[in-house]
């Protein structure tokens, strides 16, 4: 009580909540911190690769240079400059979405990256959909009754996922139901030769529903099925884990005893004691599955004749050109740090418990 | 299981039945026929795994070869074979390399604390950061691709792994009497990693070197499959799949199936090999 009046007229609930505002905010700063370094640090990986490679110079000068034409060249693309003046520029270079240019079509990565991003990010959206569909609940469940059949189909079908790589499941996906059954075109890409919807969002499936155009829909649901199906198997065994270890940590603490002493029925328990509990860590790694797949998804997209980011890469790396195989890395990467950090600020926001 | 292997080398009889009963598990069973295999493949194959058979390319499997034949002929029951000496060669000399940095660092790491273990954990972050693959290809756009430079990237890839699991599991030793003591002996802080504290984390290097093996076995697959990896007509298993997915969809499935189910079940019998002596640590601590 004296304490109470010691601290004056304001009301001491007040003061704990600034003190969790300035934690948070100081939180935030350090994170941001944390994310800014990383980012340098994978910046400086690739300008390193750059240099080792020597792409910049070798893309630009023909076999039949003299030695005075490489000269002026090198001073025109300032790679007599030392060495941290060229990182700068390189950055800055970033910074406008500068990443270099194919050797190949000439055209400016960025702009190819650009056209191509959308079919990667439909396809991971489409596998970490089906993985959640099927993942959480199941782990769920497995969580309720450990040994039960849940638990038992979702631990076979994780250790399956876990040992098959995914471009042989696709290849035998492809196989079953392109060759044998029939049910799914052959992988040629996003829709094979048909007419792409027109551009909204870049998402086949989305654009083709806003057109109204249902056969199309139906169409690209029927492309991406094998290939999400066969990513989902690859990237589902983590979901399923963590959701079994998050529900089962959840039903074995004291508040969910307490509520079930009251007399609380189970289902308002499970939704509303259980489910936001459990939440934070199956938010976490669906978020991290979606960033990791981004740049993940390469093998699945290879053997599907995906047009995305990741066939990009491989294709620009058969033809030694390095630029878009950089820009490719450097994206995915800073797609992933972005999530994490963002993930990360999220689990304190969710979690009151993560404030203090 | 390790342990009574090495006791049976030591002519310790007693353990012979522990060593019967080990048998009697599945995934140690697997494993160990894998590991043969791996040793003896060579001398199993029937044919020569380079030696293309122009007339007769894309033969579905037969009593003359078991697992058909692909697009040049090769037999691909002696390809499986001799591939596998290679894939466990190149996963196992990575992740020895790997996993020995790694461990060392994330014990550094928990010793020193303060910058150090600031700035491992962000190497940890930036490495991590990278999906694997592509991580390799950037490392192939600056040094070339090749089996040396992919136990290289297999190397690299693993180091964070070792370095963020034997750091957390060796943090709480900073503070222990036995650390205090052997800095008041007079010891410095190298002999004090290696001697003090990378033993306390043997059971996690193990248990973790061995899934590690497995992830590293998908990886060379992975990037065979790419062509960046062994370079045929070597025999590889990810190279294998590469060269039957073309005849996939035309319905030719023996070239591309039998390497995958190699790779499924050496991953399979690894990972059960781990999983097992998860339980058994547990069930000895108990």
């Known amino acids: ?118 079919a990667t990010a439909e396809l991971v959206i489409f596998a970490v959909g089906l993985s959640t569909l099927w993942a959480v609940p199941l782990g769920a469940i497995a969580a309720f009754k450990p040994h039960g059949w849940a638990d038992r189909l979702g631990s076979i079908l994780s250790q399956f996922g876990v ?92 508040f969910v ?34 960033g990791y797949l981004i740049g993940g998804a390469v093998l699945v997209e290879v053997v599907f004749s995906w047009p995305g980011i990741g066939t990009y890469a491989v294709q620009a790396m058969d033809f030694s050109d390095y ?14 740090v972005v999530i994490y950090f963002l993930v990360d600020i999220l689990q304190v926001l969710l979690d009151p418990r993560l404030r203090e | 299981m390790i342990k009574i292997i090495i006791s049976i080398l030591l002519k310790n009889h007693k353990n012979l039945q522990k060593m019967i009963n080990q048998l009697r598990r599945p995934p140690v069973f697997v494993f160990l026929i894998m590991l043969f295999i791996v040793v003896f493949g060579p001398l199993l194959a029937p044919y020569d795994p380079i030696e293309p058979k122009p007339m007769n390319t894309l033969a579905a499997p037969s009593w003359d070869h078991w697992f058909g034949t692909d697009n040049y002929g090769f037999d691909i029951l002696s390809r499986v074979l001799y591939a596998a000496q290679i894939d466990f060669s190149l996963a196992l000399v990575g992740v020895l390399i790997g996993g020995g940095i790694g ?36 490392l192939f756009a600056a040094i070339g691709g090749g089996s040396r430079n992919m136990v290289l990237a297999i190397a690299i890839v693993n180091i964070p792994l070792y370095l963020r699991i034997i750091r957390s599991s060796l943090l709480p030793l900073r503070t222990a009497e036995f650390v205090d003591a052997a800095r008041c002996a007079g010891l410095n802080g ?12 043997k059971g996690q290097i193990f248990s973790l070197f061995v899934l590690s093996c497995a992830y590293a076995i998908q ?10 990896g062994v370079e045929p ?28 189910l190699a790779i499924v079940i050496s991953v399979y019998a690894i990972n059960g090999l781990s999983r097992q002596q998860m339980t058994d640590q547990i069930r000895s601590s108990v």
């Open chain 1, 1 to 118: 009580m004296k304490l109470q009046n010691y601290s004056g007229s304001e009301d001491p609930q007040q003061i704990n909540k600034y003190a969790i505002f300035s934690r948070l905010m100081r939180y935030f700063i350090k994170r941001l911190g944390i994310l800014f370094i990383v980012l340098i640090a994978v910046s400086m990986l690739t300008f390193s690769v750059t240099r080792i490679a020597g792409t910049p110079l070798y893309a630009a000068i023909g076999v039949y240079s003299t030695k005075e034409m490489i000269e002026e060249r090198k001073e025109q693309m300032g790679l007599n400059k030392p060495l941290w003046e060229q990182y700068t520029n390189y950055l800055i270079g970033l910074a406008n979405g500068n990443l270099g240019s194919s050797r190949r079509t000439f055209a400016p990565v960025k702009d190819e990256i650009g056209d191509r991003l959308p």
């Open chain 1, 163 to 254: 040992s098959v790589p995914s471009f042989w499941l696709g290849l035998i996906f492809i196989y079953i139901f392109y060759y044998i059954l029939g049910v799914f075109p052959a992988p040629f890409g996003r829709l094979g030769g048909a007419d792409p919807p027109s551009f909204v969002t870049g998402l086949y499936s989305i654009d083709a529903l806003i057109n109204g155009n249902l056969t199309l829909f139906l169409e690209t649901l029927k492309y991406i099925a094998m290939p999400a199906i066969t990513l989902s198997f690859t990237s589902s065994p983590p979901i399923f884990s963590v959701t079994r270890s998050a529900v089962s940590n959840v039903l074995g603490s004291q």
């Open chain 1, 257 to 290: 005893e307490a509520a079930r002493s009251y007399g609380i029925p189970s289902r308002v328990i499970i939704f509303r004691h259980i489910a936001p509990n459990a939440a934070p860590p199956i938010i976490n790694i669906v978020a991290m599955t979606f």
């Open chain 1, 323 to 336: 630029d878009p195989v950089l820009g490719v890395v450097l994206l995915s990467a800073t797609i992933y």
């Open chain 2, 103 to 138: 461990s060392l660092l994330g014990a550094s790491a928990a010793y020193r604390g303060g910058i150090t273990d600031f700035f491992l954990l962000r190497f940890v972050e930036v490495v991590q950061s990278f999906p694997v693959l592509l991580f390799a290809l950037a």
């Open chain 2, 190 to 201: 190298f002999i004090i990693v290696i001697k003090h504290f990378i033993p306390n984390a």
């Open chain 2, 219 to 228: 990886i060379i697959a992975g990037l065979s499959f790419i062509g960046l």
């Open chain 2, 233 to 260: 007509p070597h025999p590889e298993w990810g190279s294998m799949i590469n060269a039957g997915a073309g005849y996939i969809m035309l319905g030719v499935w023996w070239p591309s199936i039998f390497p995958g």
